[in-house]
């Protein structure tokens, strides 16, 4: 039985952890609904509580939770736990949590580093990945690299560069046992993304890797330009991208966060349409 088929998946479809509020039970629950692993991105225990409980009510199939490393506290970690996959980002690898844990890397050695502190599986992240990026190398070949590096059939998941069904076929072809998106699902009816954000989005045809919006996380991130980052220069600003729920000012004012991927992404769809489309 492979990892996806262990994870209760029908499909090797998963949905990337956006965080700041982008991808909550509304998406995850969709994405899980439809086959693939839903990914819920919010901070704070009560907020995971929340989120997990009101997905739990739209399916009873496998969830993720999502949490950035330098952030999260021993409390969202419980709150996680109740998840069938925890998935960390951006920290020193280190087992937190009894049940499914997936670390994302950006290297070989970070993902020697989490194999050997015992993560079920890795999230390998290429430079083309929208959203904060740990990769500097294009997704396909870091998989190879870190497939090379690690025991044979040891769980690998690819993120970066994945918008159509070919890209999820080339990602198991290169030994992935399923693929990860992001930008997809972000143009998704379901996801909490501002719709002026939304827009922008398809409007789009080119991103660009910053840390102009580093404040409090100083780390790159790939983005559609936007009026901020044509003024760039000055103090870094904040990372929060504009939510529906949200102030609209930043749509301009922070980060449209996005893959390479967004320049052949042309409408919105809903998620489950998404799952089929890509499931090989």
């Keep these: 039985m492979n990892f996806v088929e262990q994870l209760g998946l029908e499909t090797p479809i998963v949905q990337a952890g956006m965080g700041g509020g982008l991808s909550r039970h509304e998406l995850a629950a969709s994405v899980s609904e439809a086959g693939g692993l839903g990914t819920i991105a919010v901070n704070g225990a009560d907020s995971i509580k929340r989120e997990l409980r009101a997905a739990r ?86 998989l190879e690299r870190v497939r090379s590096a690690l025991p044979r059939g040891y769980p690998l998941l690819l993120a970066g560069g994945v918008a159509e069904r070919a890209d999820v076929e080339r990602a198991l072809q290169a030994g992935a046992s399923a693929a990860v998106a992001g930008t997809s699902f972000l143009l998704s009816a379901e996801s909490r993304a501002h719709p002026e954000y939304k827009r922008r989005l398809l409007d789009a045809d080119e991103t660009i890797l910053t840390e102009l919006f580093g404040l409090g996380w100083p780390a790159p991130h790939r983005v559609v330009p936007n009026a901020a980052t044509e003024r760039g220069g000055g103090e870094p600003l904040s990372p929060l991208a504009a939510t529906d729920d949200g102030p609209a000012e930043l749509v301009d004012d922070g980060p449209l966060y996005a893959g390479k991927t967004v320049a052949r992404i042309n409408q919105l769809r809903a998620a489950a349409e998404i799952v089929g489309d890509l499931t090989p």
Excluded at 73 to 79: H, M, P, R, V
Excluded at 88 to 106: E, L, S
Aim: aromatic share 6%.
């Design 57 to 142: 009510e739209l399916t009873g199939r496998p969830l993720a939770v999502n949490l950035l490393l330098p952030f999260a506290s021993s409390d969202w970690f419980e709150a996680a736990a109740e998840a069938d996959a925890v998935v960390t980002f951006w920290g020193r690898p280190k087992r937190r949590t009894p049940g499914v844990w997936i670390h994302q890397c950006g290297s070989v050695a970070e993902a020697r580093s989490a194999h050997a502190a015992g993560a079920d599986a890795l999230i390998v992240q290429g430079v083309e990945a929208g959203g904060h990026v740990r990769g500097r190398t294009p997704a396909i070949e870091l």
